[in-house]
């Protein structure tokens, strides 16, 4: 009997240590994941900060293209007053010397 209930009682710890082995692999198996996770947060965030940086950069162009154009129009837009301005004088100056 006493034979007996040792070897019911090493099967118990046997079986519970597979058990125990087993929860300790898949923490660690976790534990490895986070800190593989964390390494790649860091290069996702360099990736979002160049991203960042290139739209920044293309809204600058942006900008800097749009008010190129605005500045074209406002001097187009001078020299056809200048122009008309001219036409205007020319005109005057003939109806002078027609009197």
Avoid: F, P
């Amino acid at each position: 009997m006493v034979l007996k209930s040792t070897g019911v009682v090493l099967l118990v710890v046997a079986i519970l240590s597979i058990i125990i082995y087993g929860i300790d692999q898949g923490l660690s198996a976790g534990i490895t994941g986070l800190k593989k996770l964390a390494t790649n947060d860091t290069s996702v965030t360099e990736t979002v900060d160049d991203e960042t940086a290139e739209a920044t950069d293309a809204d600058a162009e942006a900008a800097a293209d749009e008010e190129s154009e605005e500045n074209a129009d406002a001097s187009e837009k001078e020299t056809e007053e200048a122009e008309a301005d001219t036409q205007a004088a020319e005109e005057a100056a003939e109806e002078n010397t027609a009197d």
